[in-house]
């Protein structure tokens, strides 16, 4: 139930900073001055993405080997497209794109993924993707 929680708010977090509305502008002020991302265009929110889950979310098994990307490279793109300064985040590290963090974690099941979050909370993302659950499919439970 906690998990579920968490995940709630990481979503209501997520549409409302990420994503504003009523003509709300990311300014210097509302983003951490450490990581000095300014937007291209002022009503084009910065975005801090930290992708949260097992190995799909890492990108593990992606060929070939060394452009573990998964889903992340093709979103990170996405938006950069769209004139928004895109800044992926997490502890974890893989795959052949420059700004290649996550919190990937292969293997993980969803009760673990709740743990993932100590690590990388403190780069503040403003949009949180779960991707959580086969692994438990996988094992029945």
């Given at each position: 139930m906690r998990l579920i929680s968490v995940i709630a708010q990481c979503a209501i977090l997520s549409t409302t900073t990420a994503f504003p509305s009523g003509g709300a502008l990311v300014t210097e002020d509302s983003i951490s001055?450490?990581?000095?991302?300014i937007s291209?265009?002022?009503?084009?929110?910065?975005?801090?993405?930290?992708?949260?889950?097992?190995?799909?979310?890492a990108g593990s098994?992606?060929?070939?080997?060394?452009?573990?990307n998964g889903y992340r490279?093709?979103?990170?793109?996405?938006y950069r497209f769209r004139e928004h300064v895109v800044n992926m985040v997490g502890c974890?590290?893989?795959?052949?794109?420059?700004?290649?963090?996550?919190?990937?974690h292969p293997g993980a099941l969803t009760e673990e993924v709740l743990g993932f979050l100590k690590c990388s909370i403190k780069f503040k993302p403003n949009v949180v993707l779960i991707n959580a659950g086969t692994n438990d499919a996988r094992q029945g439970g």
């Open positions: 001055p450490a990581a000095e991302l291209r265009k002022a009503d084009i929110p910065v975005l801090r993405i930290m992708p949260l889950g097992a190995s799909i979310t098994g992606d060929e070939p080997k060394g452009k573990e490279k093709p979103l990170r793109d996405y974890q590290k893989l795959g052949s794109m420059k700004d290649n963090d996550h919190e990937g």
